[in-house]
C-alpha cells in the first residue's frame, strides 16, 4: 500500500478538509483530492463523506484510519533506523516569547538528554502569526493562545489574564489609565479594551509593541499598565487586586497545534512534553482538573 497515500489520507482526516491538508503537505487541493481518489480506488470503498461545508470519515475512513496511522509510524522508524537513528530531523516549534521564557527552560534539557541529535528550530511570535504559519506547513507544532476556533487546535487547559502594574504606584495617581499593549490582533488588547469599555473606564494607549520588552519596560517604569497571564509579571511589578475597581479580563484557551502525520518517536515525544509543561504549571487550569470540580 503507498505510504504516501496513507499520508494524505491522515492529513486530511485530521485536517478536516482538502485545502488546509494541501497545505500542510505544500499539496494543491486537486492533488489531495486526486490522491484520496486513488486511495478509494485501492480500497472499494469510500473514505470520506464530502459536502459542501465539511468533510468527515465514512465508517470505512475510520476503520482504515488507526491502521494508516501505525504504518505511517512503522515507516518513519525504518527510515530513523535507516539513517543510523534521528541524527538530521528537524522539529519546527513555534510559541510566543513569554511561553517560550517560561514552558523551555524545563522542557529543552530534558528533550536534548532524551533525544541529542535532534535540530528544534524555535520560532517566536504572537500566537495568530504562529497558528497562520503552521496552517501554511512552515510550522511542525505552535503552542499558542486561541484567538479563533481552528480544525487543528488542541485544547489544553485555561489561563486567568491579569493587569500588571509597577510595584512603586498606584491606580489613584492617573486619571486616565495608560495603556501598554500588544498590536492589533492579539486577544489580550482585544480583552483589555471590551473590559475597559463595558466598565467605563477612561484610557488611552500609550505604548504598543510586539516585542514582550517593549511592553514590560514603560510597565516596570511606571508609565503604564498591562494584561499579562500570572506565569509573565515581568520583575518589579504585581498583579492588580480585584480590590483596586479594575474589571475582570476573564480567561485564555492554551492549545497545541501538531502537523497531521508527522509520527516520529522525537516528534510525539516533543508535543507530550508541551502537553506535560504546560499542565504542571500552576497557573493553567487543565482540562483534567476542570473535569474533576
Not at 503552521?134 to 480544525?151: A, I, N, W, Y
Not at 503604564?224 to 515581568?234: G, H, M
Request: charged share 25%.
Amino acid at each position: 500500500m503507498d505510504t504516501d497515500l496513507l499520508r494524505a489520507f491522515v492529513t486530511v482526516a485530521e485536517c478536516q478538509g482538502f485545502s488546509a491538508a494541501g497545505k500542510v503537505l505544500h499539496r494543491t487541493q486537486s492533488a489531495m483530492s486526486l490522491q484520496i481518489k486513488r486511495l478509494e480506488d485501492q480500497m472499494h470503498q469510500a473514505l470520506f463523506e464530502r459536502t459542501s461545508r465539511s468533510v468527515l470519515l465514512t465508517a470505512a475512513g475510520e476503520r482504515l484510519l488507526p491502521y494508516a496511522r501505525h504504518m505511517l509510524k512503522l515507516e518513519d522508524e525504518a527510515k530513523d533506523l535507516l539513517k543510523g537513528g534521528m541524527h538530521g530531523e528537524l522539529i519546527r516549534l513555534g510559541t510566543s516569547e513569554e511561553q517560550a521564557a517560561t514552558y523551555l527552560p524545563d522542557l529543552l534539557p530534558r528533550f536534548a538528554a532524551q533525544f541529542p541529535q535532534i535540530q528544534l528550530e524555535v520560532h517566536c511570535d504572537i500566537s495568530d502569526t504562529l497558528v497562520k504559519r503552521f496552517q501554511e506547513g512552515l510550522l511542525d507544532v505552535v503552542l499558542s493562545v486561541r484567538h479563533k476556533p481552528t480544525q487543528s487546535g488542541h485544547l489544553l487547559g485555561w489561563e486567568p489574564m491579569v493587569w500588571v502594574m509597577a510595584d512603586h504606584v498606584s491606580l489613584s495617581q492617573w486619571q486616565t489609565l495608560p495603556l501598554a499593549l500588544n498590536p492589533e490582533g492579539c486577544i489580550f488588547r482585544a480583552h483589555a479594551l471590551s473590559a475597559l469599555g463595558r466598565d467605563e473606564t477612561r484610557w488611552e494607549l500609550r505604548y504598543v509593541s510586539q516585542s514582550p520588552t517593549g511592553i514590560n519596560v514603560p510597565v516596570q517604569n511606571g508609565l503604564a499598565i498591562t494584561v499579562k497571564t500570572p506565569r509573565s509579571v515581568p520583575p518589579g511589578c504585581r498583579i492588580v487586586t480585584e480590590e483596586e475597581g479594575l474589571p475582570n479580563l476573564g480567561h485564555v484557551e492554551i492549545e497545541l497545534h501538531q502537523r497531521p502525520g508527522h509520527s516520529s518517536e522525537a516528534f510525539q515525544a516533543l508535543c507530550k512534553s508541551l502537553e506535560s509543561v504546560v499542565a504542571e504549571h500552576e497557573s493553567i487550569a487543565c482540562l483534567r482538573s476542570r473535569e474533576e470540580t
